[in-house]
């Protein structure tokens, strides 16, 4: 563990001094010349040399590096050219400002993330607002629309019906009974009447205030795609899907 940890403080320290000898570069290659820049373009250029010397700039650029490295190392950070006073304790009060910031944030953050964390934790798998009922091997395809609509903080569900007769009533009023809308899919109609599946869902829910909605699907031999299926729970589907010329505009 030692080793381990005495192995990524080596690699660290690596990295901060390459990036250090990458942005001491870069910060070379600027135009202008410090001195000029700190006494004005009036003053004289024996003025100009001079303070260039004092900073160090007239001197081959890996010397000015290895000072630049050297006083870092000793703590001596230099002279700050716009407040004209020393860069450490400048340095230190403002890593002070930003300690206190981040002491304010984490006592923020941290209470109101737990309490998210636990509030997700207790209602996984719950918190369904509308759900969708079907049989057979479609509900593979509702399910995969369900999952990514869930990732988007959609409360949806699915409810697969694995035998219709005797039909499971009880169980749907237990699962279904609050929710604020159920959605049948059928994949047969019933010419003058409701779809088979979408009538035993709303007579089992009957004296419930959960609207229930019915469309067909299968017509034709089409099959059930996840766009349809999205259509369905964004509520701008028709009652029979797959029929080209009733496509979502949404």
Known sequence: MTRF??????????????????????????????????????????????LDHQYGTDKPLLTQYWLFISHFVRGDMGTSNIYHSAVRPLLFTAI????????????????????????????????????IVVLGSSAGTVKDVVDA????????????????????????RHLLGDLHEVIVLDRADSPGGAPPLGAAVAFALHGYATPVRSHVYGLGGRDLHPEAVRDVFLGCAPHYLGVRGDECLV
């Open 96 to 131: 002070g400002h930003s300690l206190k910031l981040a002491i304010l944030a984490f006592i923020i953050v941290v209470p109101l993330g737990i309490a998210a964390g636990v509030f997700a934790a207790l209602h996984v798998g719950k918190a369904s607002d509308r759900a």
């Open 5 to 50: 940890i005495a192995k990524r403080l080596g690699l660290a320290l690596i990295t901060l001094l390459i990036l250090s000898a990458i942005v001491f570069i870069l910060g070379s290659l600027l135009p202008g010349d410090p001195g000029r820049s700190t006494l004005g373009p009036l003053a004289p250029e024996s003025a100009v040399k001079a």
């Open 149 to 172: 609509l869930r990732a988007d903080g959609e409360h949806v569900g699915l409810l697969k019906i694995r035998s219709f007769l005797p039909f499971p009533a009880e169980a749907l």
